[in-house]
């Protein structure tokens, strides 16, 4: 009997394992490897959402991309929209921890620290090459907030903390008016970040523009190296205009509605109701189909936007009043075509092929803003760089307008944000501009 008693007993080794288990030590010792397993799945789906899209995120390309089991991303977020949910926060709390640390040192170092546009500079400078993954995993799931309740909360609550931090900045670097001039400087590097992105910028081009006053339309141009893709038949008939006409027209709904990545032959026949081979007949390759529909679209942007311009050429047009209400049209009525719009741009980003299409939207508006300010400023003309830095407005203010869900009491603000920023802009007083 006695030796059954010490067989039933547990190994003195086995015994101190399962004491050592359920120790205070081992517990926090499991939620790190927990906390540290769920920041690689987050910053897997970071990867995945800048080289591929966000249409391109499943629990299986972001295990491959962690390098871990798929049962491990399901474990830890359950859904898309949770991992979705990860990658956010951990590029907010990037951003955050960033941002706090250089208010501590404007704080400490008030007489010392650089004016407020050469930290908005020093942004733009590492997204394009430090930061550029994580802006462009950023831009995708901006550009998607728009398609669930809980995404356009994230943006909102996303956007509310950057504005906080820069306000904090801006106060600490001693800036003049620091609540409008970081909701500006939001703004504008938000448009700015769709060029830097779009055209591929690196840190020398930027500085070329910013710091050194360069044309950007010499330093920032990207032409085309060959000839747009054709169909592929020669001959044209009504008939085949037309089918060519819905296969667009249906590569324009993808766009819209699930981004670039989306875009397949399939899908595209589906939408226009035709055989699978009839897009490949039209578009021998999905790169020419794609490049093809982000044509219109941008044709189309430009054609709306010179429309705007030439208005704003008017002896009796108030740029103003103008130009915002050409912005919330562009804001409401096409606010679905502006986010395909937006997602071409972060495409080119992985695509340079697309580079030339956005640097003739960019150049287009460049030319239009410039020959506004000329017209305003005849004692002073602009600098090279100020017809940017309009269109980088216009275009940030249009992204974050977008994003968080087009809210009315933003949209009042409109108005008042143009008169602001673009006045200072014709006058050469806009807190970015460095005569």
Same mark, same amino acid.
């Given at each position: 009997m006695?030796?059954?008693?010490?067989?039933d007993?547990?190994a003195?080794?086995?015994?101190?394992?399962?004491?050592?288990?359920?120790?205070?030590?081992?517990?926090?010792?499991?939620?790190e490897?927990?906390?540290k397993?769920?920041?690689?799945?987050?910053?897997?789906?970071i &990867?995945?959402? *800048? +080289?591929?899209?966000?249409?391109?995120? !499943?629990h /299986? =390309?972001?295990?491959?991309?962690?390098?871990v089991?798929l049962?491990?991303t399901?474990y830890?977020?359950?859904?898309?929209s949770?991992?979705?949910?990860?990658?956010?926060a951990?590029?907010?709390?990037?951003?955050?921890?960033?941002?706090?640390?250089?208010?501590?040192?404007y704080?400490?170092?008030?007489?010392?620290s650089?004016?407020?546009?050469?930290?908005?500079?020093?942004?733009?400078?590492?997204?394009?090459?430090?930061?550029?993954?994580?802006m462009?995993?950023?831009?995708?799931?901006?550009?998607?907030a728009?398609?669930?309740?809980?995404?356009?909360?994230l943006?909102?609550?996303?956007?509310?903390?950057?504005?906080?931090?820069?306000i904090?900045? &801006?106060?600490? *670097? +001693?800036?003049?008016?620091?609540?409008? !001039?970081? /909701? =500006?400087?939001?703004?504008?590097?938000?448009?700015?970040l769709?060029m830097?992105?779009?055209?591929?910028?690196?840190?020398?081009?930027?500085?070329a523009?910013?710091?050194g006053?360069a044309?950007?339309?010499?330093?920032?141009?990207?032409?085309?190296?060959?000839?747009?893709?054709?169909?592929a038949?020669?001959?044209s008939s009504?008939?085949?205009?037309?089918?060519?006409?819905?296969?667009?027209?249906?590569?324009?709904?993808?766009?819209?509605?699930?981004?670039?990545?989306?875009?397949?032959?399939?899908?595209i026949a589906?939408?226009?109701?035709?055989?699978?081979?009839?897009?490949?007949?039209?578009?021998?390759?999905?790169?020419?189909?794609?490049?093809? &529909?982000?044509?219109?679209?941008f044709?189309?942007?430009?054609?709306?936007? /010179?429309?705007?311009?030439?208005?704003?050429r008017?002896?009796?047009?108030?740029?103003?009043?103008?130009?915002?209400?050409?912005?919330?049209?562009?804001?409401?009525?096409f606010?679905?075509?502006?986010?395909?719009?937006?997602?071409?741009?972060?495409?080119?980003?992985?695509?340079?092929?697309?580079?030339?299409m956005?640097w003739s939207?960019?150049?287009?508006?460049?030319?239009?803003w410039?020959?506004?300010?000329?017209?305003?400023?005849?004692?002073?003309?602009?600098?090279?760089r100020?017809?940017?830095l309009a269109?980088?407005?216009?275009?940030?203010?249009?992204?974050?307008?977008?994003?968080?869900?087009?809210?009315?009491?933003a949209?009042?603000?409109?108005?008042?944000?143009?008169?602001?920023?673009?006045?200072?802009?014709?006058?050469? /007083?806009?807190?970015?501009q460095?005569?």
């Amino acid at each position: 009997m006695q030796r059954a008693d010490v067989k039933d007993r547990p190994a003195p080794a086995k015994a101190a394992k399962r004491r050592q288990a359920g120790s205070p030590q081992a517990a926090k010792q499991r939620q790190e490897r927990a906390r540290k397993t769920g920041a690689r799945i987050a910053q897997a789906a970071i &990867a995945v959402l *800048a +080289k591929q899209g966000l249409s391109r995120v !499943t629990h /299986r =390309s972001v295990a491959t991309e962690a390098g871990v089991a798929l049962a491990a991303t399901t474990y830890y977020y359950a859904t898309k929209s949770d991992i979705i949910r990860a990658a956010s926060a951990a590029i907010l709390q990037h951003y955050v921890d960033s941002f706090e640390r250089t208010a501590e040192r404007y704080r400490q170092n008030p007489g010392a620290s650089p004016p407020f546009r050469e930290f908005v500079w020093r942004q733009l400078r590492n997204v394009a090459v430090r930061d550029r993954m994580m802006m462009m995993a950023w831009q995708e799931i901006s550009l998607d907030a728009v398609r669930g309740h809980d995404s356009l909360a994230l943006m909102r609550e996303w956007h509310g903390e950057i504005n906080r931090l820069w306000i904090k900045i &801006a106060r600490a *670097a +001693k800036t003049p008016d620091p609540e409008n !001039t970081a /909701r =500006s400087g939001v703004d504008l590097i938000l448009g700015l970040l769709l060029m830097v992105c779009g055209l591929s910028l690196a840190p020398a081009e930027i500085d070329a523009v910013f710091a050194g006053n360069a044309d950007p339309s010499r330093c920032w141009a990207r032409l085309p190296e060959e000839a747009p893709c054709q169909a592929a038949t020669g001959r044209s008939s009504r008939k085949a205009d037309g089918t060519r006409e819905r296969i667009l027209d249906a590569a324009i709904e993808v766009l819209i509605t699930e981004g670039p990545a989306a875009i397949g032959y399939r899908a595209i026949a589906e939408r226009a109701h035709l055989t699978t081979t009839a897009p490949a007949y039209y578009f021998p390759t999905t790169a020419g189909l794609l490049e093809a &529909a982000q044509r219109r679209l941008f044709e189309d942007s430009k054609a709306r936007y /010179r429309d705007m311009m030439h208005g704003a050429r008017s002896a009796e047009a108030n740029v103003a009043d103008l130009t915002s209400a050409i912005f919330i049209r562009e804001a409401t009525e096409f606010a679905q075509v502006n986010l395909a719009n937006f997602a071409i741009w972060v495409e080119a980003g992985r695509r340079p092929q697309l580079a030339p299409m956005v640097w003739s939207a960019v150049h287009d508006q460049d030319i239009a803003w410039r020959r506004h300010l000329t017209a305003a400023r005849r004692e002073r003309p602009p600098l090279p760089r100020d017809g940017v830095l309009a269109q980088a407005l216009f275009l940030g203010k249009l992204q974050r307008i977008l994003s968080t869900g087009s809210d009315m009491t933003a949209l009042a603000q409109i108005r008042t944000e143009f008169a602001r920023d673009l006045g200072a802009i014709e006058r050469g /007083r806009f807190w970015a501009q460095r005569e």
